[in-house]
C-alpha cells in the first residue's frame, strides 16, 4: 500500500490546485485512508486494508494519508476525524466514509461505488 503526499496525491488521485471540480487523475478507482500513527481505530483498519489490497490487486488501488504529516491534504478534505476513508470512483463523485468500519462494509461499499460498473 502506498503512503500518498500532496505531490503524489495530486498526479494520482486529484490536483485540486489546478481544478475546482473533482476530476480523478488515477487509472485505477481508489480507496484512500487518512490515518494516524496515534489514532487506535485507525490501527483496526490497516490490517483489514492490507487484506483489501491483496484481494482487489489490479482492481483498485489503495492509498494511505497520514494526516499529522499531510496537514494540507486533510485540510483540503475538511478532515475532522479519523479514520476516514474516501472512496474514489473512475467516474463520479468521490464519497467519503467515517470511522473503522468492518470488512465486509468496506468491501460493499468497494463493489458498490468503486466497482460499479
Known amino acids: 500500500m502506498e503512503h500518498l503526499t500532496k505531490e503524489t496525491f495530486l498526479d494520482k488521485v486529484f490536483n485540486y490546485e489546478q481544478n475546482k471540480d473533482w ?4 487509472e485505477l478507482p481508489c480507496l484512500i485512508d487518512f490515518y494516524a500513527d496515534w489514532c487506535q481505530p485507525c490501527k483496526m483498519v490497516a490490517p ?4 483489501l489490497s491483496k484481494e482487489y490487486e489490479g482492481k483498485i488501488n489503495i492509498y494511505k ?6 496537514t494540507e491534504l486533510a485540510g483540503a478534505f475538511g478532515i475532522r476525524s ?3 476513508l474516501l472512496f ?3 467516474d ?3 464519497q467519503m466514509a467515517m470511522g473503522a468500519l468492518p470488512k465486509d462494509t468496506m468491501k460493499k461499499a468497494i ?3 468503486l466497482l460499479k460498473n
Not at 23 to 26: A, D, R, S, T, V
Request: hydrophobic fraction near 25%.
Open 88 to 90: 474514489c470512483p473512475k
Open 111 to 113: 463493489e458498490d461505488v
Open 65 to 70: 494519508i497520514d494526516t499529522e504529516a499531510e
Open 92 to 94: 463520479g463523485q468521490p
Open 48 to 51: 483489514i486494508l492490507e487484506e
Open 82 to 84: 479519523i479514520p476516514s
Open 23 to 26: 476530476k480523478f487523475e488515477g
